[in-house]
């Protein structure tokens, strides 16, 4: 596609719900991130993907998220049981290779989460 | 360990006044230096960066950042903003060699009429 989509945009969730965040990178790049945008915090790293290596998953916060990426392209990030602290913008982003002094992030809208 | 300070969170500025959006950094290693646009309900667009050379960078739309290594800052600044030049900004750093942004907490800058 021409950019990053991710889906949906908006979700709001029971306390105790999973939750499913979808990312479709842009076609060709071999690098996928996860971000979480919360009020007043910045952007926190969560996961990082590159082609078939092990994902780098220091910045997940517990063990209730997890994520995947399939076939090198689309990724999910899966909130289990999901507290109103994991209430944020979840964002990800594609490149076509890891460095960022060489490799622009392009990142997608996000996905507003609001757990109530 | 890096860490990003961006004192200001939101700045309101007349349009055609300037503006200066501040970001200090802490890191014990070289590092690169980012500044991001978040437009209302858009993601993310790299709006300059400084790798190294030159410390003053510009970009494209009139903003300009300088690197300053005794000061530890990096600050965005534009001479006259527009009213489409509302967003929020972003700075971050990473380490060389990496592939980790560690962002600041972002400033909201507001152009008024």
Do not use: M
């Amino acid at each position: 596609g021409a950019g990053v989509s991710q889906s949906p945009s908006n979700k709001v969730t029971e306390k105790g719900k999973d939750v499913e965040l979808r990312c479709d990178p842009i076609s060709g790049h071999t690098a996928l991130y996860w971000y979480r945008q919360s009020l007043g915090q910045g952007l926190e790293f969560l996961i990082y993907f590159q082609g078939n290596s092990a994902p780098d998953k220091s910045g997940l916060p517990s063990d209730r998220f997890s994520a995947e990426r399939t076939g090198g392209s689309v990724s999910t990030l899966t909130i289990q049981r999901t507290q109103q602290e994991d209430s944020a913008v979840y964002l990800c982003a594609s490149s076509w290779g890891w460095e960022v002094a060489k490799n622009i992030q392009y990142f997608g809208a996000g996905t507003r989460l609001s757990v109530l | 360990a890096q860490s990003v300070t961006q004192l200001d969170s939101q700045v309101p500025v007349f349009e055609e006044a300037p503006v200066e959006l501040r970001c200090n950094y802490s890191s014990s290693v070289s590092v690169y230096l980012f500044w991001y646009v978040q437009y209302p309900n858009q993601g993310l667009q790299l709006l300059l960066k400084y790798l190294s050379g030159s410390t003053l960078v510009e970009s494209i739309n009139g903003f300009e950042a300088e690197f300053n290594k005794s000061q530890t800052s990096f600050h965005l600044r534009k001479p006259s903003v527009h009213i489409s030049d509302t967003a929020e900004y972003f700075c971050a750093v990473s380490e060389r060699g990496t592939y980790k942004y560690i962002f600041g907490t972002g400033t909201r800058l507001k152009v008024l009429a």
